[in-house]
């Protein structure tokens, strides 16, 4: 059977229940990388100009430990998911990144998602990919739409039950629905970030399990209805530019208006959306005076450094719901 | 009224040239001072930490222009991949934290720029007329085609002088004449009396210098102070220097030729294809296919100026480290901990890199 390789990095968050549906139904077998580790860092890094984020580094290493064990590697270029917004130019780059820095990968299957460019471009960058498994149309058309509906309970799922698109992954739902009632008077945190950085826990040293083991009650961007992203980020910052960027401080948004006890905002340096759009959030916060971390890490992060500062911050946090209250 | 805007290479000569022939009654236009450190260190100061150099640096020239008064300030706004759409934005509610109260108007730089630079102007200028708009547009305009023509010319010089540094001084008064210049006839009078003159500079005519193109993102390629003044230290080495990317280039066919179904890109976008076959935002797949354009061109070496994380331009890197064109890439990341002497020798190097390539190094 045809091999698909997905790196278990970036878009792999958010879009892979879609992915592997697409593939299954074309018949091809789906291989994920394993989850990232140093070995798979080193390789990325390695390739990559210093100046990459992090992500595109860890990317590339997932996809050096992919080139052996799959036929094609499925690396999208996301470039625009509605009128008039764009994602950040590493992610609509990416498969040229990738072909030019790992040149011994199988071939990459690159289809361009724009969705500025029509619903004919779409259609025909989808048909170009399936037509590498089948030249049945209608067959490409069902692999399509049973994407489409696992992109959607996936999405629908997340917000409904309050869980983490790690645990969605996983399928550990049921252990999550007390996970999200909590205990009552527990700290409520939000963490603001783009998934990839939130849920690989390689980068983020398990960022979400330390600040729960901290006693706090976490949030994350994915939990938001979508509806209520889109309404939360044009009050932020007008209209909205960069797709993923505007889940972010949507988010945070819509979190700051829930009084959350604090927002945690895990970025990467180098990002270029976030260095404009988190100001906006940080701003906003300020004026409805909610304790805000901004969190920057990258490939020399320790976990060390991140852990003091999350301690302080939840210290502050507690100390000041006391003299709250 | 007192309308400021930030600096970018020659094109306050523009504005103050438009801005003279509309002269609209009681208003004022402010020209921040030429950018130096403290315009460097004040947008440093304000802006968010990992913000891009131009957004620091005309943030900083808006601030400036604040001090001396403006309250309407021009910015490019765009619709784009890049940070740029978001500039006039963050440094608005900037400026209104520090203090000023200045309102912001954006000349779309994206799409219906004309309309966009049409409406700014009547905004500006209490409904101009059209027909009087359009001839002092094309007058502030035929001042920066004057001044890219002589700049080219300066580029040539600047390598073969023999007294180094001359070309660059008649550049700088032909840039002050060409700002006192209040007719078509006398820009053109200007443009052909100093490139006269640039020719009578000597010149070393049997020297046979190793050009070097330069690209890049826009504002750090053509800004001088962003990039260190790296054309004139390159001719100080003896390298002539080629820019496609001009004010003037970009005016004529963003403004103009575009609209007319003309793409200046156009072959550019062909020979990136192999490596980048879609845009990527800000100039990012230009750069692919202009060091593909120059290796075909024969040019000895190329260079490539970029601000500290931007996006495009680290696609762009990525990907031209693995072109099959086997050319020398100088690569500039400009931000604010840059210092020239470091450039300064890593320039000589690649200078040095380059003779040996032509096979006439001097072996040590």
């Known amino acids: 059977m045809t091999k698909v390789g997905i790196p278990r990095a970036l878009l792999y968050y958010q879009y892979y229940p879609a992915w592997k549906a697409f593939f299954e139904t074309l018949g091809a077998e789906v291989v994920v990388s394993a989850p990232t580790n140093k070995a798979m860092l080193n390789s990325g890094v390695s390739r990559a100009v210093a100046d990459t984020c992090l992500p595109v580094k860890i990317l590339l290493g997932h996809l050096i430990s992919l080139t052996n064990d799959c036929d094609y590697i499925f690396v999208p270029a996301v470039t625009s998911l509605g009128q008039k917004t764009y994602n950040c130019s590493k992610i609509i780059g990416l498969p040229n990144i990738a072909r030019a820095l790992v040149p011994e990968s199988p071939i990459i299957l690159d289809p361009e998602i724009d969705l500025e460019k029509g619903r004919y471009y779409l259609y025909r960058n989808i048909y170009k990919t399936g037509h590498y498994f089948t030249s049945n149309p209608f067959k490409i058309k069902r692999a399509v739409e049973a994407a489409l509906e696992r992109n959607f309970a996936y999405r629908r799922k997340m917000p409904d039950l309050g869980i983490t698109p790690t645990q969605a992954l996983n399928g550990n739902e049921d252990k999550d629905l007390d996970y999200r009632q909590g205990s009552e008077g527990s700290m409520r945190i939000a963490v603001i970030g783009h998934p990839y950085v939130l849920y690989d826990d390689y980068i983020n040293h398990n960022l979400i399990s330390q600040l729960q083991s901290m006693g706090a009650k976490v949030f994350v961007p994915e939990m938001v209805p979508g509806y209520m992203l889109d309404v939360a980020t044009t009050r932020l910052a007008g209209e909205a530019h960069w797709s993923f960027e505007n889940d972010i401080i949507g988010a945070g948004e819509y979190y700051l208006e829930q009084k959350v006890d604090g927002i945690v905002n895990l970025s990467v340096f180098g990002c270029g959306p976030d260095s404009m759009m988190v100001k906006f959030l940080e701003h906003r916060a300020k004026e409805v005076k909610v304790p805000f971390l901004p969190l920057s890490i990258d490939e020399h992060s320790s976990e060390g450094a991140l852990l003091t500062r999350l301690e302080a911050f939840v210290d502050m946090v507690k100390r000041r719901e006391k003299l709250c209250v | ?364």
Request: glycine share 8%.
């Open chain 2, 1 to 364: 009224m007192r309308v400021g805007f930030p600096h970018f290479g020659s094109v306050y000569i523009t504005v103050k040239a438009v801005a003279d022939r509309l002269d609209a009654a009681g208003d004022q236009l402010i020209i921040p001072p030429p950018m130096t450190q403290k315009t460097l260190d004040l947008g440093v100061k304000y802006s968010p930490a990992e913000a891009c150099l131009p957004y620091k640096l005309t943030l900083g020239s808006l601030i400036e222009a604040c001090e001396l008064g403006a309250d309407i300030l021009i910015q490019a706004r765009g619709t784009g991949i890049c940070r740029l759409g978001y500039y006039a934005k963050d440094q608005e509610q900037m400026l209104r934290d520090l203090g000023y109260n200045a309102r912001f108007v954006n000349l779309d730089v994206s799409e219906h720029k004309i309309r966009s630079l049409r409406q700014l102007i009547k905004d500006l200028t209490h409904d101009a007329p059209l027909s009087k708009t359009i001839s002092a547009v094309f007058f502030g305009l035929s001042k920066l085609f004057a001044l890219d023509k002589i700049e080219k010319v300066v580029q040539k010089t600047r390598a073969v002088e023999l007294d180094k540094g001359e070309a660059n001084q008649i550049y700088h008064e032909a840039i002050n004449a060409m700002d006192e210049a209040a007719e078509h006839k006398e820009v053109k009078k200007i443009t052909r009396e100093y490139i006269e003159r640039l020719n009578r500079v000597p010149i070393n005519r049997t020297a046979n210098p190793p050009k070097v193109g330069i690209f890049g993102e826009i504002y750090v390629v053509i800004e001088p102070f962003a990039n260190m003044d790296i054309e004139v230290e390159l001719g100080k080495l003896g390298v002539e220097v080629h820019r496609t990317m001009t004010l003037s280039r970009w005016v004529k066919y963003s403004l103009f030729l575009n609209y007319l179904g003309i793409n200046e890109w156009r072959e550019v976008h062909k020979l990136a294809k192999p490596y980048v076959d879609h845009d990527v935002g800000g100039d990012g797949w230009e750069s692919v296919g202009e060091k593909v354009l120059y290796a075909h061109n024969g040019y000895d070496g190329v260079v490539h100026i970029a601000p500290f994380t931007c996006m495009p331009e680290i696609v762009a890197q990525n990907v031209m480290r693995s072109t099959r064109e086997d050319i020398p890439v100088f690569v500039l990341i400009s931000d604010e901990q840059m210092g020239k002497q470091g450039m300064l020798t890593r320039l000589e190097a690649f200078v040095d890199l380059l003779e040996f390539r032509r096979g006439n190094g001097k072996r040590i």
